[in-house]
């Protein structure tokens, strides 16, 4: 694993090019009105410009649909049944998702709504399109706003709490800085209404002791207790974001954070790129090959994606996202890639330029059968170290 430069305190969060924010229900809505919190969101919102501002890119994912759409509904306090709760997060959405489009807009922020469910995230079929969605609005300038599809997730494809949601978005479009805003200022050795809870501001590591640390306790808005944001961790620090535990409540969260607010930050010890190659290189299982020709091998060694036209050979049966190994035309191994094609489409559109991908297919696909953020080299992380040593 090849070790990052260390960043001390607040330059993870300043210092970051894409910074996801998780905000909780508690925050954003009235604890004894329900209703929505704008001061705190227009105070938040002046935050996230100021980050825009100065180029770093933000992602939010916010929870608050099912306290919003509950006040509007008149559902009584306490558990809702699931098709309440879901009803409620289908009202609330929409006063959500308006409410930070408006104020984005008095910043001149295009405000981008994202629904998800797990298998967005986890299938890698479905992973690659969420991915490639986000990335192109933030490249095109837009703040995403994203919360789990809550009106149709039902248990078995549902996250449930917007910590982990949160985390595994963060992983899936390589942030490198994760804050969770909620009601804590972050983790203690002990429940911190406990006499002698000492509060722990890094954690390098989360060893056995740190998760039973966490305990379970949630508030009674928010889904995600302290056990949620340390799972939620896991997922960061291994696709190499930092991520932080912060209190929210007062104006100005993130603002407060760099003028350095009490939180918990758990470090990550590689850059989110490699740790990305990584996972493509040395977790996934590959379900094929695709054999290149020699025009292609000089491609990908300039860092160009793989078009089908330097496809030869298609073998072994795989989905859309599933990892395959490619080869030269001698058979020897010159990367790994997530496939964009079904080895059933892969073997169709070989060899052909990627304008009639559609006219072979019947739909448009994307252009490259890899891309190149997709795609490791075999020995491109030793070529990478010593440039970047
Ligand atoms: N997705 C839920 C909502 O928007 C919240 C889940 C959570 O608080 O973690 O109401």
Redesign the pocket.
């Known amino acids: 694993m090849e070790a990052m430069t260390p960043v001390s305190g607040i330059e993870r969060l300043t210092g970051a090019r894409l910074v996801v924010l998780k905000i ?2 508690a925050l954003l809505t009235e604890k004894a009105t329900g209703k929505l919190n704008r001061a705190w969101l227009q105070a938040l919102v002046e935050d996230v410009a100021a980050l825009r501002a100065r180029g770093q890119e933000v992602v939010i994912v ?6 919003l759409g509950r006040h509007t509904l008149k559902l009584p306090r306490g558990p809702l049944k699931l098709e309440e709760s879901q009803a409620a ?1 289908s009202v ?1 959405q929409i006063s959500l998702a308006h409410a930070f489009q408006a104020e984005l807009a008095t910043h001149g922020l295009t405000c981008a709504q994202v629904l998800l469910t797990f298998g967005d995230t986890e299938e890698r079929r479905r992973y690659l399109n969420a991915r490639s969605t986000l990335a192109t609005l933030l490249k095109l300038g837009a703040v995403p706003v994203i ?2 599809n ?1 009106a149709v997730a039902t248990a078995e494809i549902k996250y ?4 982990r949601l949160a985390a595994r978005v963060a992983s899936m479009i390589s942030a490198d800085c994760l804050v969770l805003f909620s009601d804590v200022d972050g983790l203690y050795t002990a429940p911190p209404s406990e006499p002698g809870a000492v509060h722990i501001a890094e954690i390098s590591q989360i060893t056995p002791d740190i998760e039973a640390m966490a305990g379970d306790a949630a508030s009674e808005l ?3 207790g302290m056990k949620t944001k340390v799972a939620a961790a896991r997922i960061a620090v291994e696709s190499g974001c930092h991520m932080a535990i912060a209190n929210g409540r007062a104006l100005h969260p993130l603002r407060a954070l760099e003028q350095g607010a009490r939180c918990s930050w758990f470090l990550a010890h590689e850059e989110p790129h490699h740790a990305r190659k990584r996972w493509i290189f040395g977790t996934l299982k590959t379900f094929g090959t695709l054999t290149i020709d020699a025009g292609a091998v000089r491609a990908l060694s300039s860092g160009k994606s793989l078009l089908p036209a330097g496809i030869v050979r298609v073998e072994g049966e795989f989905e859309r996202g599933d990892a395959v190994l490619v080869c030269n035309a001698q058979g020897l191994e010159v990367a790994r890639g997530l496939s964009a094609y079904s080895s059933e489409d892969a073997d169709l559109i070989k060899g052909h330029n990627s304008r009639e991908i559609e006219a072979i297919l019947g739909y448009r696909g994307r252009s490259e059968m890899i891309h190149r953020d997709d795609l490791v080299l075999k020995r491109a992380p030793v070529a990478e170290e010593r440039a970047s040593a």
């Open positions: 909780g229900s916010s929870s608050g649909a099912i306290a997060a609330g919360n789990e809550d449930g709490d917007n910590d928010s889904r995600g």
